[in-house]
């Protein structure tokens, strides 16, 4: 399971790849555009980055050379060129790896994969511990202090997002996009209700949190409570 962002611009193909990325158990995020792209790629910090080459705003080949300049987020080329000199520019650009489409969401997902492997980012451990919280990245299975715990899709998504960066303060907006797939609209209330369900479940709530500490104006984070919280 990988962290994906999705740049493409058709609209069908992004729906049909967003859909097929996640049956494939990836958390996907998905912007049509160039300068979204970078910026999503800065701020949600992705595993890896699937990118269209032919996009409204800017060329992807540029939007390549922008984002090697800020960040070194593996990079997969999604690309109708198949000619071998614009695949050895892409490549020279910072590019991980290409696919020529059309291709099917096996094939991505094999080099998102291979690409995780040689970047080193593929998690030996799938299991990731916050204190007494551990949440298995490929079961789905969550257990808190060694009980299991039942979280709907979107719970458990929220859940892994944060755990992912624990310690982290992450920003709702970041959460929208990562979660919900709105990184550019959405409203802070369906982050607000899912924290609240969840939090109901980790037998916590807003007033006396444990796990999860909202900080007010920026974002929630998920911390290991200290010894001596009330549980
Ligand atoms: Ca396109």
């Not at 958390?27 to 910090?45: D, R």
Request: proline share 4%; net charge negative.
């Amino acid at each position: 399971m990988a962290r994906v962002l999705l740049v493409e611009d058709d609209a069908a193909i992004r729906t049909a790849l967003l859909r097929s990325l996640r049956d494939h158990g990836h958390v996907v995020a998905a912007v049509g555009s160039g300068m979204p792209a970078l910026s999503a790629a800065v701020e949600q910090k992705p595993d890896v980055v699937l990118l269209d080459l032919g996009l409204p705003d800017l060329d992807g080949a540029d939007v390549l050379s922008m984002l090697r300049g800020v960040s070194a987020v593996p990079v997969i080329v999604a690309t109708a060129r198949d000619d071998e000199a614009s695949m050895v520019r892409l490549l020279d650009l910072g590019a991980d790896d290409y696919v020529v489409k059309p291709f099917t969401a096996a094939q991505i997902d094999a080099r998102i994969r291979a690409v995780l492997r040689r970047s080193g980012k593929t998690e030996d451990d799938p299991v990731i511990a916050v204190g007494g919280l551990r949440v298995d990245t490929r079961s789905y299975e969550v257990t808190l202090d060694g009980r299991p715990i039942e979280l709907a899709r979107k719970e458990f998504e929220l859940l892994l997002a944060l755990a992912r960066r624990a310690g982290e303060v992450v920003t709702k907006r970041d959460l929208l996009g990562e979660v919900w797939q709105q990184a550019w609209g959405g409203s802070d209330r369906t982050v607000d209700v899912h924290l609240s369900w969840l939090r109901r479940k980790l037998g916590e709530t807003a007033a006396a949190p444990r796990y999860l500490h909202s900080v007010r104006g920026v974002g929630v984070k998920l911390v290991a409570p200290h010894e001596g919280d009330a549980a």
